[in-house]
């Protein structure tokens, strides 16, 4: 079969899926056992004949360089050195998209009945960046560039997902061996005061393995028809729109998570501490005794990179904090210029809509960020769209979707070596009803 019979095939295969797709969705969106078996074995064919494509073309692209050679002909005794091609577009990290919008574009298109498929979704024969969800969801993988500035909207300074430097793995699932010991404790690892000729006593790791779960977050994006035609707005929306909202519910789940359905926060965890107010303390207030007993019951193991996460409107009783005459709240290095923000007990402050209202419980946390164990699926970003569903409205439908977990390692607070206090990596302030 020649090379156009064989994309008129590919067309067609197109064709009669989203028929069968089309045909389920009256019915509920579920597939019958013969529909799936017709839609498997479309897709097994689409396989064979995008692959066919794809020595055709890479034979055809051999035979134009051929034919384009001007260096003086060889001797025909001498060997001939073997003619390679390949298609340039592999090298621009954009895959020859001009931005998020353009590449949306070209998905949108790919997607309609009877629509073609752009030649820079399908490099070279069967598509290095094709990606199948489930067996009756296809989508696109994003071009390398523009996964990685989605990746570096979500990762950046001001997240809370930056701050606990999660772990990529390729798996849905990761075991987490959590060792809860510390030095002065009973168990795990120990050092021990030897008499000459003594035998040793040997200690052991203690860990406990728990399971991670990697959960699906996604942002799901209706758009009109003349939103997608416009590139620039589409491209604005799809690249940083999305990323500020996967990174917001990420942050969220952080520190609130239930973990049902999403990472266990450190709100929720065994491992929060909640100082009590003061006995006399009047209702929405923060004094300094509650910010120096809450540092005292900080976690001095692991604590690099330790900041206080408080809510915007807890500020007025921050900054005109005071011990005797000394001020507990500075402002950052800079001045004023990059305020709020600046240092409570000489550690930086971040102020986060994570962070309950002044005077309720967790309007102001204490955190060390090396406590939080979380892992991210290493394929980064993948993207979808589908215009089926909302074909009667004229709307577009784009969906991302991005994996993690994540849970504290500690399970509880760990006992001090003297005394009877308990120290964490996160603590956080009781009610001031």
Not at 147 to 170: C, H, K, Y
Not at 236 to 243: E, K, T
Not at 378 to 399: C, K, N, P, T
């Amino acid at each position: 079969m020649g090379l156009e019979a064989l994309r008129k095939r590919l067309g067609e295969i197109r064709d009669e899926a989203q028929a069968i797709v089309d045909a389920a969705d009256e019915n509920g969106g579920a597939f019958s056992d013969e529909q799936q078996q017709k839609f498997d074995s479309l897709m097994e064919e689409k396989d064979k004949v995008e692959a066919d494509i794809g020595r055709l073309e890479k034979l055809e692209g051999m035979n134009a360089s051929a034919g384009r050679q001007t260096s003086p002909a060889q001797p025909a005794s001498a060997k001939a050195e073997p003619v390679y091609a390949k298609d340039s577009i592999e090298d621009d990290p954009n895959r020859g998209f001009s931005d998020m919008g353009d590449f949306a574009q070209a998905v949108k298109n790919a997607g309609m009945p009877g629509g073609d498929t752009d030649d820079r979704l399908r490099i070279m024969g069967a598509p290095s960046n094709f990606h199948r969800e489930t067996s009756s969801t296809d989508g696109y993988m994003v071009p390398p560039a523009m996964r990685e500035q989605i990746w570096n909207l979500m990762f950046d300074d001001e997240g809370l997902l930056s701050a606990v430097n999660p772990e990529p793995t390729e798996s849905n699932a990761v075991q987490l061996y959590a060792d809860e010991t510390t030095p002065w404790g009973s168990s795990g690892v120990q050092a021990n005061w030897a008499s000459e000729g003594t035998q040793f006593s040997p200690s052991r790791l203690s860990t406990e393995a728990r399971n991670v779960q990697l959960h699906k977050l996604y942002a799901f994006v209706l758009a009109t028809e003349e939103l997608v035609a416009d590139a620039s707005r589409l491209n604005a929306r799809l690249g940083q729109q999305a990323a500020e909202a996967i990174r917001w519910e990420a942050d969220e789940a952080v520190v609130n998570g239930d973990g049902v359905g999403k990472p266990l926060g450190w709100y929720n965890s065994g491992a929060l501490i909640t100082v009590s107010k003061e006995g006399s303390q009047s209702a929405d207030t923060i004094v300094a005794a509650n910010v120096t007993k809450m540092y005292s019951r900080l976690l001095q193991q692991g604590t690099q990179g330790a900041f206080w996460l408080v809510n915007q409107s807890t500020l007025p009783q921050l900054q005109t904090m005071t011990i005797g005459d000394q001020p507990i709240w500075t402002p950052p290095t800079t001045g004023l210029r990059n305020a709020p923000g600046g240092f409570l007990l000489g550690l930086p402050i971040r102020f986060s809509e994570h962070a309950q209202q002044l005077g309720d419980k967790g309007d102001i946390h204490l955190v060390a960020p090396r406590g939080y164990y979380a892992a991210v699926k290493s394929g980064g970003m993948q993207f979808a769209s589908s215009m089926h569903l909302y074909f009667d409205y004229d709307i577009e439908a784009f969906r991302w979707t991005f994996r993690m977990g994540g849970q504290p390692f500690l399970s509880a607070p760990v006992s001090a070596a003297k005394g009877n206090n308990t120290y964490s990596h996160f603590i956080t302030l009781a009610e001031r009803a």
